[in-house]
Each structure stands twice: as structure tokens, then as C-alpha cells.
T-cell receptor, first 116, second 110 residues
Framework: GAVVSQHPSRVICKSGTSVKIECRSLDFQATTMFWYRQFPKQSLMLMATSNEGSKATYEQGVEKDKFLINHASLTLSTLTVTSAHPEDSSFYIC????????????FGDGTRLSIL | GESVGLHLPTLSVQEGDNSIINCAYS??????FIWYKQESGKGPQFIID?????DKRQGQRVTVLLNKTVKHLSLQIAATQPGDSAVYFC?????????FGTGTRLLVSP
């Protein structure tokens, strides 16, 4: 079954709204989570690495004030898209690193964000 | 046959055929490689992995081949089924971050 849960799966909102996406690790603790962005027919691009109890590490070109990441507990990381605009519309996917797994990361099922 | 779309190459096969999906990776320092399957509207799903000290690894109906000399990775799917239709990504990593390839869409017709 799923080991990483992402919520909501889809959100549609007006331009200027801030949107929060949650990523939860189920039945395991994740000190490290990752946030990706995926445009249609394209690959996943890493946006940032979320570290529990410390600041996220953002990839080059990703605005940290635009995409706020909070990893306040060992099972939850949130991504807030602040003052979202149509160009922020995308598929956002999180993943979590599980120490006792042979897989490097376990992925959530993504959040489809549409800004009108 | 194989064709290149606007962004995503597509491989079309008949059910029961063997499929081969290719990937060129960029970082010669990468030592771990993974193939993922992504269905529409979902996150990537782990298929198989291989470390750089190997050149072949087999799973159930899938085989991954690694050629470090030319930085090339391939995924072979035996007896392809309609349920295999999806986008397949290779990913490489040397430490913690995964770097995904461009992806290939596999279309399986009955």
C-alpha cells in the first residue's frame, strides 16, 4: 500500500490565493522529504529538499519566498505556494526517504494545482 | 516503432511483444540508477534499480542494463501487457538527490 500520502490531490483556485499542500509519511518517520514539480509531458524537477527541524534546501532558480516549505514533524512536510498565479499551475509531487527501505524515495500521488 | 513527440518520446508496441526503453544519463559520478513507472495523474512507482558495480539486473518481467562506458541505461519489459502502458523515467543519484531523465511513453495495444 501507499507509504506517502499527499493532500489535496487536486486544487483549483483564483489567482493571488495561497495554497498549502501536505505530504505525510505513513507508518514511518521521514527526516528528509523532497518536493518536485512536473509540467505536462515533462519530467520531474526537484524544487527543494525538506529537512525536519531545519530550513529547506532549495534548488537553483526556485524562489524560497514563493514556495514555502515547512517540515515541523517527522511525518509531515508542507509546501505553500504563496500568491499563486497561472504560471504556478503544475503537478506537484512529494517524496520521503525511508531509512529501512531498499528504495531511495517513496512518492506521493501528486497534487494537480490549477490557478485561474 | 519509436517517435519523438513535442516533449516525450513514445514507444508503441503490441501486447505480448518485448519492450526496450532507453535512457542516457548525464553524471559519470552517479552510482545508483532507478527506473520508475508513472501512470496518468499519479506519482512515480519504483520498478527496478541497479548499482554501478553491476551491468545487469533482473526482476519479474523486467531487466535493467547499465553501460557505464557510454552512460546508457535500458529497461526491458518482457511480454508487454496493456497495464504496462505508462510513462517510464530513469533516475540517477550519487548521494541523495534523484535526477530524472526526460521519460518515455509506452503505449501497448491489444
Amino acid at each position: 500500500g501507499a507509504v506517502v500520502s499527499q493532500h489535496p490531490s487536486r486544487v483549483i483556485c483564483k489567482s493571488g490565493t495561497s495554497v498549502k499542500i501536505e505530504c505525510r509519511s505513513l507508518d514511518f518517520q521521514a527526516t528528509t522529504m523532497f518536493w518536485y514539480r512536473q509540467f505536462p509531458k515533462q519530467s520531474l524537477m526537484l524544487m527543494a529538499t525538506s529537512n525536519e527541524g531545519s530550513k529547506a534546501t532549495y534548488e537553483q532558480g526556485v524562489e524560497k519566498d514563493k514556495f514555502l516549505i515547512n517540515h515541523a514533524s517527522l511525518t509531515l512536510s508542507t509546501l505553500t505556494v504563496t500568491s499563486a498565479h497561472p504560471e504556478d499551475s503544475s503537478f506537484y509531487i512529494c517524496s520521503a526517504k525511508r531509512e529501512d527501505s531498499n528504495q531511495p524515495q517513496h512518492f506521493g500521488d501528486g497534487t494537480r494545482l490549477s490557478i485561474l | 516503432g519509436e517517435s519523438v513527440g513535442l516533449h516525450l518520446p513514445t514507444l508503441s508496441v503490441q501486447e505480448g511483444d518485448n519492450s526496450i526503453i532507453n535512457c542516457a544519463y548525464s553524471n559519470s559520478a552517479s552510482d545508483y540508477f532507478i527506473w520508475y513507472k508513472q501512470e496518468s495523474g499519479k506519482g512515480p512507482q519504483f520498478i527496478i534499480d541497479i548499482r554501478s558495480n553491476m551491468d545487469k539486473r533482473q526482476g519479474q518481467r523486467v531487466t535493467v542494463l547499465l553501460n557505464k562506458t557510454v552512460k546508457h541505461l535500458s529497461l526491458q519489459i518482457a511480454a508487454t501487457q496493456p497495464g504496462d502502458s505508462a510513462v517510464y523515467f530513469c533516475a540517477e543519484t550519487g548521494f541523495q538527490k534523484l535526477v530524472f531523465g526526460t521519460g518515455t511513453r509506452l503505449l501497448v495495444s491489444p
